[in-house]
Structures are given as structure tokens and as C-alpha cells.
């Protein structure tokens, strides 16, 4: 629903007609947008991975350190399809 807002807000011409949390809407889409850009990358250099067997299903995650000492971390495992709505709700 975030972005689907900031999508809109971003069609506003005058942008002096949106109130400040119409812009931090677009400011926190924003923000989720290069996040998402960053975990769909191919995992490159820096990347520390530790993968899992759990019977029929591998877990692989990935770990960075950033230069500001926060960790960034990419998990990539099977999700079953009946969880799948409610943990994008």
C-alpha cells in the first residue's frame, strides 16, 4: 500500500499540494524501493553466505558488513504458498 500511494503522489504536478506526510510516504517508498533493488542484485563481492539443508528445502543467507557498521543480510528460502499472503499483509 506504500508504494501504491507514493505511486500516486508522485503524479502530482503541484507538488506543493501534498502535506508533509504525503512526503514522508514517498520518502519511506522511497526508501523500501532502493532496498528491494539492493536484495533483487546478484549477490557480488563483500557478501559473506551460509547456507542450511532443512530436509527438502536449502536456506542460503547472505551477510555485509557496511562501512557505518550495520549489517545487511539477504535470505533466500522456499516460502510455502499458503504463508506467502500473510507475510506480505
Same mark, same amino acid.
Given at each position: 500500500? !506504500?508504494?501504491? @500511494? @507514493?505511486? $500516486?503522489?508522485?503524479t &502530482?504536478?503541484?507538488?506543493?499540494?501534498?502535506?508533509?506526510?504525503?512526503?514522508? $510516504? %514517498?520518502?519511506?517508498?522511497?526508501?523500501?524501493?532502493? %532496498? &528491494? @533493488?539492493?536484495?533483487? #542484485?546478484?549477490? #557480488?563481492? *563483500?557478501?559473506?553466505? $551460509? *547456507?542450511?539443508?532443512? *530436509?527438502?528445502?536449502?536456506?542460503? $543467507?547472505?551477510?555485509? %558488513?557496511?562501512?557505518? @557498521?550495520? /549489517? &545487511?543480510?539477504?535470505?533466500e528460502?522456499? /516460502?510455502?504458498? #499458503? !504463508?506467502? &499472503?500473510? %507475510?506480505? #499483509?
Open positions: 500500500r !506504500l508504494l501504491a @500511494a @507514493a505511486r $500516486i503522489f508522485r &502530482v504536478k503541484k507538488k506543493k499540494l501534498l502535506q508533509p506526510k504525503h512526503l514522508n $510516504i %514517498m520518502e519511506n517508498a522511497q526508501n523500501c524501493e532502493v %532496498m &528491494v @533493488a539492493e536484495l533483487k #542484485s546478484p549477490v #557480488s563481492d *563483500g557478501w559473506t553466505k $551460509i *547456507g542450511e539443508s532443512h *530436509g527438502d528445502y536449502d536456506t542460503v $543467507i547472505y551477510f555485509k %558488513m557496511e562501512e557505518d @557498521a550495520t /549489517i &545487511v543480510c539477504r535470505l528460502t522456499p /516460502i510455502e504458498p #499458503s !504463508l506467502l &499472503v500473510p %507475510m506480505l #499483509s
